[in-house]
């Protein structure tokens, strides 16, 4: 059987990003009207050519989700409830902590001005850029950490479930951690708006994925929808980042032209917060639970990669395609695969510490 591999756009996804960096920059030096245009297009602060775009890099996601497995899950309950636990219960208060020590006071002389959000309240970029860091710290990923799995050797099934109950989770839990957060962050957060976000980018692409696989896999079958249906797909979903990212960074040009170090300011946070989660995931708990190695690496994974497509949907909405919140999820997207290929090379070289 042919082994599987990350396809050529995940392999090089930072490549991308930073072509997408260069070009929107370029678009927002020599046609700053066309972002602009497209972002007004909007109805109650919702960007409807944005929303566009972000359902088709949502859906190609929950598509590919059995949500039948979720009841599998009795059948493995400490891994399933130390993903959980890292996911809700950890993560998005570390990713809070070390983002605002960091960028809230290490940095913050390094992140000057403020910015004028999509409701029009003004506040410090330092504080936006956290509310982004934020954003990614309450989305546990669902789509590349079933390649991460693989590609560690860890259990397909298990990892199948966990995201089934991650995802769930995510429509009850992200919109009251996000907004709880975000105020203690003193970030302006209307709650309708972030109910409408959740609505909108997990429940909607959600509900379609579920009626649309189990429409197609019952009318073509399995094998057509796995090897047909999915790869026409991806494309479409590379497009719709591709084009957000674009969009995005014609508007941050001028604070990453001002601010070359901007980027990596943020960057280190994000990258702390993953390898904390990660190892107590990882080295910590998945010991004391005596778990399998083919159970705690996709169990340590979840927690340490984000669903950063649902961040730069939640960032947009809320804040603005302009704002620094958004600006922050992406440099989500640019650190994550390197930094993931990193974790599961090194989970390989220790599988030896757990009882196979």
Wanted: aromatic residues 14%; contains cysteine.
């Amino acid at each position: 059987m042919e082994e599987k591999k990350l396809s050529f756009f995940e392999r090089y996804l930072t490549v991308w990003v930073l072509l997408c960096i260069a070009i929107g920059i370029a678009l927002g030096k020599t046609a700053p009207e066309v972002a602009t245009k497209l972002n007004d297009f909007s109805i109650y602060q919702v960007s409807i050519p944005i929303a566009i775009c972000l359902f088709f890099m949502m859906y190609p996601i929950m598509v590919k989700i059995d949500f039948s497995n979720v009841i599998q899950s009795a059948k493995t309950p400490k891994p399933v409830f130390l993903t959980l636990f890292i996911n809700w219960a950890i993560k998005p208060f570390t990713m809070f902590a070390i983002a605002y020590f960091f960028l809230g006071y290490l940095f913050k002389d390094f992140l000057p001005g403020t910015e004028i959000l999509a409701n029009g309240e003004e506040v410090e970029l330092w504080r936006s850029y956290v509310a982004g860091t934020i954003l990614l710290g309450i989305a546990p990923c669902t789509a590349m950490v079933l390649m991460w799995s693989y590609l560690a050797k860890g259990n397909d099934g298990l990892t199948l479930v966990m995201v089934a109950v991650n995802s769930l989770l995510m429509l009850l839990l992200y919109g009251p951690l996000g907004g709880i957060l975000l105020n203690v962050n003193s970030m302006p957060v209307p709650w309708e708006t972030m109910l409408l976000s959740v609505s909108i980018y997990v429940a909607l692409p959600l509900i379609a994925g579920y009626l649309s696989r189990k429409w197609i896999i019952k009318s073509k079958g399995m094998q057509w929808f796995n090897e047909k249906f999915l790869h026409w797909l991806t494309p479409i979903s590379i497009t719709a980042l591709l084009l957000t990212l674009i969009l995005l960074f014609s508007f941050k040009g001028e604070v990453i032209i001002n601010n070359p170090l901007t980027i990596l300011w943020i960057a280190i946070p994000l990258f702390i917060q993953t390898i904390f989660i990660f190892s107590l995931g990882y080295f910590f708990f998945a010991r004391l639970l005596n778990l399998s190695y083919q159970d705690a690496a996709p169990a340590a994974m979840i927690g340490a990669s984000n669903h950063f497509e649902v961040a730069i949907a939640t960032a947009v909405i809320l804040f603005g395609l302009s704002s620094g919140a958004a600006l922050a999820t992406v440099v989500g997207v640019l650190i994550e695969v390197p930094l993931m290929l990193m974790l599961v090379s090194l989970c390989k070289k220790t599988s030896y510490l757990f009882n196979n």
